[in-house]
């Protein structure tokens, strides 16, 4: 009698993309962890996988995570249960199987389907792939029908998958045509902008060095420092990197520095510096720079910059709401870039349109005062401060900042710019410097 094999059954087998794609989406819907942090716990795990497989969870896990509202949606549409009510995994499968849909071409519909399938199975759902399933079809069809467009295309809100108070108070500051520019621009792709270290070499040579990595370089449009850099996924293996030649700020971060006009052997103050970018521009352009936050992780991240940057910093840990009667009014510059919303940077941050919430601006709007009312004991008469944030409400800026002047007639304004996602070319950002009369 042979030994004859039968063949086993094979087992559904699930796509190690979309699986991980799942899993991270649920940490993020469970836990309410953030995309950013998410996506590097669950890449890491499958980091020895080829580089198309980790690109595509990421761009279905960002992407899923961007349209969020929009895909809820569509779904509470064709769905007899709403999809706050779903089982959290079926919610995630939802949403990404219909954002591939929606805004993956290259991923046919048949496939979505069947992985989803696949997916409910290997998770011991079987139960609800025909609901699943019908879900899908349906949302299939709309698609086809043009039904889907006309749900997504309106109001503001649902278009830019934005809660419905943050849409409207990005109106109620800025205009409907502005705003609409403003949430647009958070879908773009961006470039990643690098600050060139004049004290390692000019721009120039930076460009020729990273273009000569083969790395896309192009020169920024607003600061002299700028470089525009594509397709980079991790900085710390760009050429010039480990030697200092250049850190990782936006243009709009640079243009904050740069408006201070430093003058060499000047004393600077960065009372909120972590990671340091301000501070060590400040010192790469000549001033004497001391940088200060609040815990010892924060301290850390500034002076590892620093040293690769090879910049002479003073960094020391100090709560920017308590203030240092030794440093009174002993600097000619301080910095005050205060904790704020983030809603400038939203292109790059996806999900931290979820996360903010009205009272929590109005907080920080609270918290940005108090730190600009220690801070201001630090100028020195004759001297300047600067007040930024990396947001576009105009209750943690230009109110802020305004009501800081009323109270205080002796300072007085000298510059101020709102950076606008979309309308300006860099990110979301808000500076006013001011003088104290001498």
Same mark, same amino acid.
């Given at each position: 009698?042979?030994?004859?094999?039968?063949?086993?059954?094979?087992?559904?087998?699930?796509?190690?993309?979309?699986?991980?794609?799942?899993?991270?989406?649920?940490?993020?819907?469970?836990?309410?962890?953030?995309?950013?942090?998410?996506?590097?716990?669950?890449?890491?795990?499958?980091?020895?996988?080829?580089?198309?497989?980790?690109?595509?969870?990421?761009?279905?896990?960002?992407?899923?995570?961007?349209?969020?509202?929009?895909?809820?949606?569509?779904?509470?549409?064709?769905?007899?249960?709403?999809?706050?009510?779903?089982?959290?995994?079926?919610?995630?499968?939802?949403?990404?199987?219909?954002?591939?849909?929606?805004?993956?071409?290259?991923?046919?519909?048949?496939?979505?389907?069947?992985?989803?399938?696949?997916?409910?199975?290997?998770?011991?759902?079987?139960?609800?792939?025909?609901?699943?399933?019908?879900?899908?079809?349906?949302?299939?069809?709309?698609?086809?029908?043009?039904?889907?467009?006309?749900?997504?295309?309106?109001?503001?809100?649902?278009?830019?998958?934005?809660?419905?108070?943050?849409?409207?108070?990005?109106?109620?500051?800025?205009?409907?045509?502005?705003?609409?520019?403003? /949430?647009? $621009?958070?879908?773009?792709? *961006?470039? #990643? @902008?690098?600050?060139?270290?004049?004290?390692?070499? %000019?721009? !120039? &040579?930076?460009?020729?060095?990273?273009?000569?990595?083969?790395?896309?370089?192009?020169?920024?449009?607003?600061?002299?420092?700028?470089?525009?850099?594509?397709?980079?996924?991790?900085?710390?293996?760009?050429?010039?990197?480990?030697?200092?030649?250049?850190?990782?700020?936006?243009?709009?971060?640079?243009?904050?520095?740069?408006?201070?006009?430093?003058?060499?052997?000047?004393?600077?103050?960065?009372?909120?510096?972590?990671?340091?970018?301000?501070?060590?521009?400040?010192?790469? /352009?000549? $001033?004497?720079?001391?940088? *200060?936050? #609040? @815990?010892?992780?924060?301290?850390?991240?500034?002076? %590892?910059? !620093? &040293?690769?940057?090879?910049?002479?910093?003073?960094?020391?840990?100090?709560?920017?709401?308590?203030?240092?009667?030794?440093?009174?009014?002993?600097?000619?510059?301080?910095?005050?870039?205060?904790?704020?919303?983030?809603?400038?940077?939203?292109?790059?941050?996806?999900?931290?349109?979820?996360?903010?919430?009205?009272?929590?601006?109005?907080?920080?709007?609270?918290?940005?005062?108090?730190?600009?009312?220690?801070?201001?004991?630090?100028?020195?008469?004759?001297?300047?401060?600067?007040?930024?944030?990396?947001?576009?409400? *105009?209750?943690?800026?230009?109110?802020?900042?305004?009501?800081?002047?009323?109270?205080?007639?002796?300072?007085?304004?000298?510059?101020?710019?709102?950076?606008?996602?979309?309308?300006?070319?860099?990110?979301?950002?808000?500076?006013?410097?001011?003088?104290?009369?001498?």
């Amino acid at each position: 009698m042979t030994g004859i094999r039968k063949e086993q059954p094979k087992k559904n087998k699930v796509d190690t993309g979309r699986g991980t794609a799942l899993e991270i989406l649920l940490d993020m819907d469970r836990n309410g962890t953030f995309s950013s942090q998410a996506l590097e716990n669950g890449l890491r795990k499958i980091q020895f996988e080829e580089k198309e497989k980790r690109a595509f969870i990421t761009r279905l896990v960002e992407g899923t995570t961007e349209y969020r509202l929009q895909l809820d949606a569509v779904l509470d549409h064709y769905a007899k249960l709403p999809m706050r009510k779903q089982k959290p995994k079926v919610r995630c499968l939802l949403r990404m199987s219909v954002y591939q849909m929606l805004y993956m071409d290259s991923v046919p519909d048949r496939a979505v389907l069947s992985e989803a399938a696949v997916l409910l199975r290997a998770n011991h759902m079987e139960g609800l792939q025909g609901v699943v399933n019908g879900i899908l079809r349906n949302v299939q069809r709309g698609i086809g029908s043009g039904a889907v467009k006309e749900i997504t295309e309106e109001p503001i809100a649902i278009r830019y998958s934005t809660p419905e108070w943050l849409a409207d108070r990005i109106i109620r500051d800025y205009g409907k045509q502005e705003a609409e520019k403003i /949430l647009e $621009a958070s879908f773009e792709e *961006r470039p #990643l @902008t690098l600050r060139c270290n004049q004290m390692k070499q %000019e721009r !120039a &040579e930076l460009l020729r060095i990273l273009n000569g990595g083969g790395i896309e370089a192009a020169e920024g449009s607003e600061s002299p420092m700028a470089v525009k850099v594509k397709n980079v996924d991790f900085v710390r293996r760009l050429p010039g990197y480990r030697e200092g030649r250049f850190s990782v700020q936006d243009e709009s971060s640079m243009l904050t520095v740069e408006a201070l006009e430093l003058r060499p052997g000047e004393r600077v103050l960065d009372v909120c510096s972590a990671p340091g970018g301000k501070a060590c521009y400040a010192a790469e /352009l000549g $001033a004497e720079v001391t940088a *200060r936050d #609040l @815990t010892e992780d924060k301290t850390e991240w500034i002076r %590892e910059n !620093a &040293e690769r940057l090879e910049l002479s910093i003073r960094i020391g840990e100090q709560d920017a709401l308590e203030f240092a009667p030794e440093d009174e009014e002993a600097y000619d510059a301080v910095i005050a870039d205060v904790p704020c919303s983030g809603l400038g940077v939203m292109g790059r941050k996806n999900d931290i349109k979820y996360h903010v919430t009205p009272e929590g601006i109005t907080e920080l709007a609270e918290q940005g005062r108090e730190i600009l009312e220690v801070a201001a004991r630090y100028v020195r008469p004759g001297g300047r401060l600067l007040f930024s944030t990396c947001t576009i409400v *105009r209750e943690e800026n230009t109110e802020t900042a305004d009501a800081f002047l009323r109270k205080h007639p002796e300072f007085r304004k000298m510059k101020e710019r709102q950076f606008l996602q979309g309308i300006d070319p860099c990110d979301g950002f808000y500076y006013c410097l001011m003088e104290k009369q001498a």
